[in-house]
Nanobody
Framework: QVQLVESGGGLVQAGGSLRLSCAASGRFSGINDMGWHRQAPGKQRELVAAITRGGTTNYADPVKGRFTISRDNAKNMVYLQMNSLKPEDTAVYYC?????????????WGQGTQVTVSS
């Protein structure tokens, strides 16, 4: 059983910063791409940032220059540093990872962590 657990969400004023963490645990051979998605009320879930095992990153346009994704392969962790937060960043943030087990690949999601940015 594979599990992803996010932490670090909370309430912050506009212009502030938060750092999200996501820890992977369970039985797997390795982890390929990892990423963060978010879902605001009444909106579809959207990609925020992703990172390959080798460290190549990809960001959604609204967060470029403000958010930084990173990972620690030895600890099976992925992070999202969020700076210059805006009210429109308010959403539930989900960690997603692609796991390898023997010859199979499968995506897993975390349970989500709430980020609220007040104006």
């Amino acid at each position: 059983q594979v599990q992803l657990v996010e932490s670090g969400g909370g309430l912050v004023q506009a212009g502030g910063s938060l750092r999200l963490s996501c820890a992977a645990s369970g039985r797997f051979s390795g982890i390929n791409d990892m990423g963060w998605h978010r879902q605001a009320p009444g909106k579809q879930r959207e990609l925020v940032a992703a990172i390959t095992r080798g460290g190549t990153t990809n960001y959604a346009d609204p967060v470029k220059g403000r958010f930084t994704i990173s990972r620690d392969n030895a600890k099976n962790m992925v992070y999202l540093q969020m700076n210059s937060l805006k009210p429109e960043d308010t959403a539930v943030y989900y960690c997603k990872a692609n796991f390898r087990w023997v010859s199979s690949l499968k995506d897993y999601w975390g349970q989500g962590t709430q980020v609220t940015v007040s104006s």
